[in-house]
């Protein structure tokens, strides 16, 4: 199994996860409470769903979606990272949005060559 398989599957599967509990999971939902983004909450977990799908049927079928896929959740996780550091959240706490936006824009560039 290749590396861009590997970090598609994980950022592909983290993001199902992550998508499906901005609907169902307490815990986010007073999250987005304490990011000042309760209306967001559907939206962001929308945009979740929408780029694991993104990374597999593109992988699968399309790099190109792969990529817009990648590209999109990491632009989504940096914007969640700056959230965290405008509330003050601490490194570890922020941490997992930074990993997340790394990663995708890894998968990214690794299918432009870029890496």
Wanted: positive net charge.
């Amino acid at each position: 199994m290749s590396l861009i398989t590997i970090l598609t599957l994980i950022s592909a599967i983290s993001f199902l996860f992550f998508g499906f509990a901005c609907f169902f999971n307490p815990v986010l939902k007073s999250e987005f409470v304490r990011y000042g983004f309760k209306s967001s909450r559907k939206l962001v977990g929308v945009l979740q769903l929408l780029g694991a799908l993104g990374l597999f049927l593109g992988y699968l079928f399309s790099p190109i979606l792969q990529a817009i896929a990648a590209l999109g959740l990491s632009i989504l996780m940096i914007l969640g990272f700056l959230v965290r550091l405008n509330i003050r959240d601490s490194v570890i706490q922020s941490a997992p949005s930074l990993i997340y936006a790394m990663l995708n824009a890894v998968i990214f560039m690794m299918l432009f060559d870029i890496i």
